[in-house]
Nanobody, 122 residues
């Protein structure tokens, strides 16, 4: 299993970014996918997740209405579109997959990408 997150960067508050997670080495359309974030000294936080068919999604309250998760199983890629970014969204963002239901619990995910840094300046 390989997951490659990309698309992070430095953006001003109110701006937008789209993260991508490219998957390989497994049958992508059989796995749920989650996006998570972590800042130094804090636990990894669930941001959003999507089931394998892309018909069920969940969001953390802190990002509802601003972030949109999606996936293109034909391209083995998932996305996290982030709008109206806030300084508190600054973190390293990770994608991860799990067999089974999409759930907002990082401990339930088996395989992780390397992370991409998102920095939102005020």
């Amino acid at each position: 299993v390989q997951l490659q997150a990309s698309g992070g960067g430095l953006v001003q508050a109110g701006g937008s970014l789209r993260l991508s997670c490219a998957a390989s080495g497994f049958t992508f359309d059989e796995y749920a996918l989650g996006w998570f974030r972590q800042v130094p000294g804090k636990e990894r936080e669930a941001v959003s997740c999507i089931n394998h068919r892309a018909d069920t999604t969940y969001y953390a309250d802190s990002v509802k209405g601003r972030f949109t998760i999606s996936r293109d199983n034909a391209k083995n890629t998932a996305y996290l579109q982030m709008y109206a970014l806030k300084p508190e969204d600054t973190a390293v963002y990770y994608c991860a997959v799990r067999w089974g239901l999409a759930i907002m619990d990082p401990e339930s995910y088996d395989d992780w990408g390397q992370g991409t840094q998102v920095t939102v300046s005020s």
